[in-house]
Structures are given as C-alpha cells and as structure tokens.
C-alpha cells in the first residue's frame, strides 16, 4: 500500500529506523492461553497498558472493524553483551515510532488509527 510506504518514510525522517508489511487481520491468532505469559510477568498488575488494567475486548471482533492493518518493526543492532539494553529500549524506540505512525495517519484523516505493542 502507497500509504504505507509514506508513513513509514516520513517516520523515518523523524529518526527511527522502522519497516512495515500490510497484513490479512482475519489471519491472526487470537489465543487466550497467551494471557497465562502475561500473568508470570514481574511487572503483572502494575501497568495501565498490560493485563489485567486492560479491558476486555473481542480483538479479533475490533481488528474486523478496520478497513487495513500492517506490522511494524524496528530495527536494532543487538549482540549477547547488550541484550537487556536492547531489550529495555527496543520497546520505548518502538512505542515512539508508534505513536509517529498515529499522528501521520490521524493527519491523514484515520482518526481511529490504533497500534498495539506487545
């Protein structure tokens, strides 16, 4: 998609070195038996974006109401004596990167635009 090739570019000019595939939404798997990982997690019950602070909501049900949906990557050089500094900011890098990829597309009339990251 033309669009996405666009928004992509102009997240890239903003410094983050991203890359993004449309995807087929009704291919995805929705499992309940994933929640069980977040449960183990240290940080269970103490953010507002993870379970169970989340509403429920039928994701598959939500991801059919939009008309395209894609992933997004970063990219970041990672090695065995920097893994848990890639690990910690890969995911602010990539929130950021998301929050870019919102505000272009709510510029570009998708005022309903939403990004999950997991």
Same mark, same amino acid.
């Given at each position: 998609m033309?669009d ?5 570019s102009?997240?890239?000019?903003k410094?983050f ?11 995805l798997?929705?499992e ?9 997690c ?13 509403p429920?909501?039928?994701?598959k ?7 395209n949906?894609a ?5 970041i050089p990672i ?6 500094v890639v ?5 602010i890098?990539? !929130?950021r ?5 919102e505000?272009?597309l709510?510029d !570009?009339n ?5 990004s999950?990251?997991?």
């Amino acid at each position: 998609m033309k669009d996405l090739e666009v928004m992509i570019s102009f997240v890239k000019n903003k410094g983050f070195d991203i890359q993004g595939k449309m995807i087929d939404s009704s291919k995805l798997i929705f499992e309940e038996k994933v929640k069980m990982n977040c449960f183990y997690c240290g940080k269970y019950n103490m953010s507002w974006k993870c379970p169970p602070k989340l509403p429920q909501i039928d994701g598959k049900k939500m991801l059919q109401e939009f008309d395209n949906a894609a992933f997004i990557w970063v990219q970041i050089p990672i090695a065995k004596d920097n893994f848990a500094v890639v690990r910690k900011d890969s995911s602010i890098l990539l !929130h950021r990167a998301l929050l870019e990829c919102e505000k272009w597309l709510w510029d !570009h009339n998708n005022s309903t635009a939403l990004s999950f990251i997991g």
